[in-house]
């Protein structure tokens, strides 16, 4: 099952991949975390990507496609994945094609006011990468992530006229790359306003009825 999760900075897909991975058993793959990790080993990718994602820009089409094509050839892919970040241009939606086949494309959308409030209470733990939120969801001990221990920070590209930029970003050069999903019929649209705490949350359950059609 080759499913990519789309959708707005902030708006849930890093949160929702965690939970699906375990229900699926498949890897969840996030550029954005592939990135973090090479900025965080101070590798020769991580140093060009850094220029980019600390302004909000999207890293350039070559430089991201190779390192997803280099990941999804991984042992642990081969039985499907999710797919979180990429594609977020047409032409990575292209080449996307040239070597693997997407089964399902996960849209999450938010009102804008609802991910900039998610955008400002998220922390994410530095050493395993659980993401939490200040009120939604708290660590039970502040700054110590719960499952390693770890310590947990707020992201670097979190600042407001970021937020902003990244959000511009989305709206042209991603917007297109969800209406070539719409028209290919592998787009399915999840409401993710709905609060995590909330007893209607259900927003699993949704990505569960249409991940569960493809296993019929
Ligand atoms: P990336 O890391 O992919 O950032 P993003 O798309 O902006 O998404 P986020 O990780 O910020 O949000 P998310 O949707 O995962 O939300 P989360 O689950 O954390 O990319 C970063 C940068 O890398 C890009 O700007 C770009 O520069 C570069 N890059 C990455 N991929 C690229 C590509 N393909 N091409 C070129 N460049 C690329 O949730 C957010 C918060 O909300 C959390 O605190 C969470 O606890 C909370 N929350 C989530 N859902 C709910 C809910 N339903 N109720 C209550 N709280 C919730
Ligand atoms: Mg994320």
């Known amino acids: ?3 990519i999760l789309i959708g707005g900075p902030s708006v849930g897909k890093g949160t929702y991949a965690s939970k699906l991975k375990k229900i699926y058993h498949i890897p969840h793959i996030s550029t954005g975390d592939l990135f973090r990790e090479n900025i965080k080993n101070e590798t020769e990718l991580g140093i060009k990507a850094k220029t ?15 390192m997803v094509k280099d990941r999804l050839s991984k042992e642990d892919a081969q039985n499907g994945y999710l797919l979180d970040g ?5 032409a990575q939606a292209e080449a996307l094609e040239s070597f693997t086949k997407i089964d399902k494309v996960l849209y999450f959308t938010a009102d804008e006011s609802v991910i900039i409030a998610r955008v400002a209470g998220r922390r994410i733990c530095k ?35 970021i937020v902003k930029e990244r959000l511009n970003t ?33 927003v699993i359950e949704d990505c569960q009825e249409v991940l569960d059609q493809l296993k019929a």
Request: aromatic share 10%; glycine share 6%.
């Open 52 to 66: 980019y994602i600390d302004k909000g820009n999207l890293v350039p089409d070559e430089v991201t496609i190779d």
């Open 86 to 90: 990429f594609p977020r241009t047409t």
């Open 170 to 202: 989305f709206q042209e050069k991603t917007k297109p790359v969800i209406d070539y999903y719409k028209e290919k019929g592998l787009l399915a649209e999840i409401d993710a306003n709905r609060d995590i705490n909330n007893p209607k949350f259900r």
């Open 127 to 161: 050493a395993c990468g659980a993401i939490f939120h200040t009120t939604n969801i708290p660590p039970k001990k502040e700054g110590v992530c719960d499952y390693c221990g770890g310590e947990i920070y707020q992201r670097p590209d979190e600042q407001p006229e």
């Open 1 to 3: 099952m080759n499913i």
